[in-house]
């Protein structure tokens, strides 16, 4: 209904939805850690990118919005390879990534000027890289890449990253 609402007084021609919101914990080995949290987790990451892009394309649809449309879906390299001690972080985002690319298979094919994108920001300087690096390394094994990256001052900047996937769009 929200982006019915945003959209049905929206008066320019090109729409842009941006969603970056994922969970990270709980971190540690599948079997593990919390069930009740991981199953949260999982279907946190795996389920809310996809019915919530759902609903921007149908918004877009049904109050007939007639110009250009960005859905842009924040991504990870964790979505690319296994990282130990992440499977629910993983999953999600592999879930999110194919998504992403079935649903804009159908967009191009629509030809609408409407795109449906997955970006991977880097490694930036949030809170969860706190939590990240409060982790121990026998629950997540690549602890101490994150710990370097810090300290290097190598995490990139919010700001920088957020100017970085605008210009995506």
Same mark, same amino acid.
């Given at each position: 209904? /929200?982006?019915?609402?945003?959209?049905?007084?929206?008066?320019?021609? /090109? &729409?842009?939805?941006? /969603?970056?919101? +994922?969970?990270? =914990?709980?971190?540690?080995?599948?079997?593990?850690?919390?069930?009740?949290?991981?199953?949260?987790?999982?279907?946190?990451?795996?389920? &809310?990118?996809?019915? *919530?892009?759902? &609903?921007? *394309?149908?918004?877009?649809?049904?109050?007939?919005?007639?110009?250009?449309?960005? *859905?842009?879906?924040?991504?990870?390299?964790?979505?690319?390879?296994?990282? $130990?001690?992440?499977?629910?972080?993983?999953?999600?985002?592999?879930?999110?990534?194919?998504?992403?690319?079935?649903?804009?298979?159908?967009?191009?094919?629509?030809?609408?000027?409407?795109?449906?994108?997955?970006?991977?920001?880097?490694?930036? &300087?949030?809170?969860?890289?706190?939590? %990240?690096?409060? =982790?121990?390394?026998?629950?997540?094994?690549?602890?101490?890449?994150? /710990?370097?990256?810090? $300290?290097?001052?190598? *995490?990139?900047?919010?700001?920088?990253? +957020?100017?970085? %996937?605008?210009?995506?769009?």
């Amino acid at each position: 209904a /929200h982006f019915h609402v945003r959209l049905a007084d929206f008066d320019g021609d /090109h &729409a842009v939805f941006v /969603h970056a919101a +994922a969970a990270v =914990t709980p971190i540690g080995f599948s079997g593990e850690v919390d069930h009740v949290r991981y199953r949260t987790t999982v279907l946190l990451n795996a389920a &809310a990118p996809p019915v *919530l892009g759902d &609903a921007f *394309l149908n918004a877009l649809d049904a109050t007939g919005f007639d110009g250009t449309a960005d *859905l842009v879906l924040l991504s990870s390299g964790a979505a690319q390879r296994p990282v $130990e001690g992440w499977s629910a972080y993983c999953a999600g985002k592999a879930a999110q990534d194919m998504w992403v690319r079935t649903v804009g298979a159908e967009q191009a094919r629509r030809n609408r000027g409407r795109r449906v994108l997955s970006v991977a920001p880097g490694v930036v &300087a949030t809170s969860m890289q706190e939590q %990240i690096r409060a =982790t121990d390394k026998r629950d997540f094994p690549d602890v101490d890449r994150f /710990h370097r990256l810090h $300290e290097q001052g190598a *995490l990139l900047d919010p700001r920088d990253s +957020a100017t970085r %996937i605008w210009q995506v769009v």
